[in-house]
């Protein structure tokens, strides 16, 4: 069986269209694609709102579906924008009709699977004396932690996938879904070995990252048997090496060797990559670790209040040489009209210095000042937004301000972008990283069968 | 003691990848590279890049890199810090925490000559 995986995350920058059409002329038998990622912080799924522009994903819709129709084979879209709440998969879905009347296709039978969880249900569950256990560190799951919780998603497995085909579904859309169980589904529906399957899901679920040179949006041809995985780029310039594949699947995870679902573990410490010619490699050797009991990672954002922005410079080497103290300064008054910050229910200021640790924040090792100049992003996060307004213009007006013992100047310490705050999206938090078990990894999923065309 | 055999190279011009990004919402992983099997190999050495040196130049406390491995099949260093606070929060200034990989570059690492 050959998967054909054409975008690492859907919509969020245009897919490719001509390694895109090599893959659609190699006769894949199906088009796996997943949409989301936590990598774009917290506010989408908390505030529920698409992070992509929906012109890049109705292209890549428009992609697939197409695709799909035209050589007759199912199509697996996750994750739908970005998050995968009920309402990303409702707007996958229409999008979805929308190429389908206006190509005047044939009617399709889509599936839509729902992977929001509500609070009340998980509340329920604490009630019942279950732990939901908090992953890589946190805390398990307290009710005060759902009271700070916007919204919560269930990242699904392959079996509610499996269940929609088997209900006689060509389309699938569904809400989170983890990458591997997605490209996973439809070989475990033919039989094809577990270990393989997820494995073939964690080396395809970026796409053309998987091959060299780098080259983001071009597509992968993934080739299952039972006895290994072949993965080939459709980009002539690419390259699935040894080395490559390799390096992939290490990609954007704690420890190299083990891949979570919620029926267990892919263990990739036996794996190995052999070369077949120059562009393709083979892999085996992957395990899988059946878990004794089912369970269902959720991810949850919730809303820590509202947020402004200003932006300046410091160009004065005086200035500069006292920075500390200047930011101390502006915080003080702050601090005198609203208290101090990060009490709860209250504010919070930060001060992203770029020329000193703007990018790194305290990981940044260096701590001297050698430019001529600093740019620094003031970060207000109020209850109100009138609130953070003020807290913005507070902090960054009284840099201007600063009493210093050398200064040369009067009131100009610092210069203004323009001298204006930035009403920035709402401050969301990652509340929610946690593991819940679960008798079926089907239960916190819903299903819904339509016909489009 | 070889050290009048070694070589010490920086690690930037040892790797052929050096690379930072998240790892879910509550860590950045680091993965280092190397094409060369020989500088591989002095990369893990008690010299080499070590989860003590990373923890030092990061001023970081050793329990908050939580995974550091050799991950063979791919020649590489990988190793996994706990995050401060979760990406995306308030404050933090790299959401896909993709530059935080610069202060690996000038690691030195004692090289064996080739006999």
Redesign the interface.
């Known amino acids: 069986m050959r998967l054909m995986s054409p975008t690492g995350h859907l919509g969020f920058t245009p897919i490719e269209p001509g390694s895109f059409e090599s893959g659609l002329a190699a006769k894949p038998d199906a088009i796996v694609a997943d949409s989301g990622s936590c990598d774009i912080g917290p506010y989408p799924l908390g505030a529920d709102h698409a992070h992509s522009p929906r012109e890049w994903q109705m292209h890549d819709i428009d992609l697939i579906v197409r695709g799909a129709r035209e050589l007759g084979i199912p199509a697996i879209i996750g994750s739908a924008s970005d998050t995968g709440t009920d309402r990303g998969v409702d707007e996958y879905v229409e999008m979805v009709r929308e190429v389908i009347e206006r190509e005047k296709l044939s009617p399709v039978r889509v599936a839509a699977i729902y992977s929001e969880v509500d609070p009340d249900v998980l509340r329920g569950v604490l009630k019942d004396g279950v732990t939901i256990a908090g992953l890589n560190g946190r805390k398990d799951m307290t009710p005060e932690l759902l009271d700070r919780t916007a919204r919560v998603v269930g990242v699904m497995g392959a079996e509610p996938i499996i269940d929609a085909f088997d209900a006689g579904a060509e389309i699938v859309i569904t809400g989170r879904s983890s990458d591997s169980s997605i490209f996973a589904a439809l070989p475990l529906r033919a039989g094809y070995p577990k270990p393989l399957a997820y494995c073939l899901g964690k080396l395809l679920e970026c796409a053309s990252f998987c091959a060299e040179p780098y080259m983001g949006k071009e597509t992968i041809i993934g080739d299952i048997s039972d006895d290994g995985l072949i993965l080939e780029p459709m980009h002539p310039g690419q390259r699935c090496t040894p080395a490559s594949v390799a390096g992939h699947a290490m990609y954007e995870r704690i420890d190299p060797f083990t891949e979570t679902v919620p029926t267990g573990s892919l263990d990739l410490r036996d794996i190995r990559y052999e070369a077949i010619d120059e562009r393709r490699t083979r892999v085996t050797g992957a395990n899988f670790i059946e878990a004794p009991t089912p369970s269902i990672k959720l991810e949850g954002s919730g809303k820590l209040g509202e947020r402004a922005l200003a932006i300046m410079g410091i160009r004065d080497p005086i200035t500069l040489s006292y920075l500390d103290d200047v930011i101390a300064f502006a915080r003080r008054k702050v601090e005198d009209r609203f208290g101090p910050a990060g009490q709860p229910g209250g504010y919070e200021l930060f001060y992203h210095v770029f020329g000193r640790n703007g990018v790194m924040g305290y990981l940044e090792p260096v701590t001297e000042i050698t430019s001529h100049e600093i740019g620094i992003v003031v970060e207000a996060v109020a209850p109100s937004r009138a609130m953070a307004d003020e807290i913005a213009a507070m902090g960054s007006r009284n840099m201007f301000y600063a009493r210093l013992p050398e200064v040369k100047g009067t009131a100009g310490g610092a210069s203004f972008f323009s001298d204006e705050i930035l009403q920035a999206r709402p401050g969301y938090e990652w509340t929610i990283n946690h593991v819940v078990p679960v008798n079926d990894p089907r239960s916190l999923f819903r299903t819904r069968h339509l016909t489009l065309g | 003691m070889t050290a009048n055999t070694d070589t010490k190279m920086k690690l930037r011009d040892l790797a052929s990848?050096i690379r930072s990004?998240?790892?879910?919402?509550?860590?950045i992983?680091f993965?280092v590279?190397f094409?060369n099997p020989r500088y591989f190999e002095a990369a893990q050495g008690s010299d080499g890049l070590t989860a003590e040196r990373v923890a030092t130049?990061?001023?970081?406390q050793p329990e908050d890199i939580?995974?550091f491995?050799a991950?063979e099949?791919?020649?590489?260093i990988?190793f996994?810090i706990?995050r401060?606070?979760?990406?995306?929060?308030?404050?933090?200034?790299?959401?896909?925490g993709s530059?935080?990989y610069p202060?690996l570059f000038d690691i030195e690492i004692p090289v064996p000559n080739p006999a």
Do not use: L
Request: glycine fraction near 6%.
């Open positions: 990848t990004k998240n790892a879910g919402v509550d860590h992983t993965d590279i094409r130049v990061y001023r970081i939580v995974s491995v991950f099949p791919a020649q590489a990988k996994t706990r401060r606070r979760p990406s995306g929060s308030p404050g933090e200034p790299d959401v896909f530059q935080m202060p």
